[in-house]
């Protein structure tokens, strides 16, 4: 019976090694495969995950770069900088700027207009029209200068830049300068010279079919 029992165990043992075998094998030759298939599967589904993510921030990013865009295209459009230079319309912004700025006197010359180069607005068949403003100002205190160019960059249509201010002092206050302001009399004491570049960019059919005023 003891001999019968342990033949009977070696051979469950002899099957069990068998079938750990066979499993083994199992594993190494088909479960492994395809267990290394699954995960370039998935390292690709990953990559692909990562690609669908990058392209939708990249979106987002370029939409809020449209919107931010639109809104400046929005703001340039509304000052007029896409439209055609009209220098006596300038001229009366100019005076009622001096009106309100308090500079005493305001002498202006715009000169005419030129088409500057510009690669990226040739691109769109624009050109940049560009203009020179000189302006020579006069009043009691400088701080009527700065009010003045503020409001220039404000309400003069298209885009303003200013490219340089020179300060002079017309008259030292004195005794005699000191009673004509008490009086009420307007004393020029500084004189400003102040250059500003006037740009607007308008199709380049426009610069063939019109005259630049």
Avoid at 5 to 19: K, S, Y
Avoid at 53 to 77: A, M, T
Avoid at 169 to 183: F, S, W, Y
Avoid at 190 to 197: G, R, S
Wanted: charged share 25%; glycine share 4%.
């Amino acid at each position: 019976m003891i001999n019968i029992l342990g033949v009977q165990r070696i051979i469950v043992l002899t099957i069990l090694v068998l079938v750990n075998a066979a499993l083994g094998a199992g594993v190494y030759y088909f479960l492994l495969p395809e267990i290394d298939k699954q995960e370039r599967v998935l390292r690709a589904v990953r990559g692909q995950v990562n690609t669908v993510r990058y392209d939708i921030e990249r979106l987002q990013v370029e939409f809020e770069q449209f919107e931010e865009q639109q809104e400046r295209f929005e703001s340039f459009k509304a000052k007029g900088f896409f439209q055609q230079q009209n220098r006596r319309q300038v001229e009366k912004i100019l005076e009622e700027i001096q009106g309100v700025s308090g500079v005493l006197s305001a002498k202006v010359a715009i000169n005419p207009a030129s088409v500057e180069t510009n690669p990226e607005a040739e691109k769109a068949d624009y050109k940049v029209l560009k203009s020179t403003v000189q302006a020579q100002l006069n009043t009691l205190d400088d701080k009527d200068i700065y009010h003045y160019i503020y409001l220039v960059e404000k309400y003069f249509p298209g885009h303003v830049s200013v490219e340089s201010i020179n300060f002079q002092r017309e008259a030292d206050l004195d005794k005699v300068l000191l009673q004509a302001i008490a009086a009420g009399q307007n004393v020029p004491l500084v004189k400003a010279d102040v250059t500003l570049v006037w740009r607007t960019m308008i199709p380049q059919s426009r610069i063939i079919a019109e005259d630049i005023n």
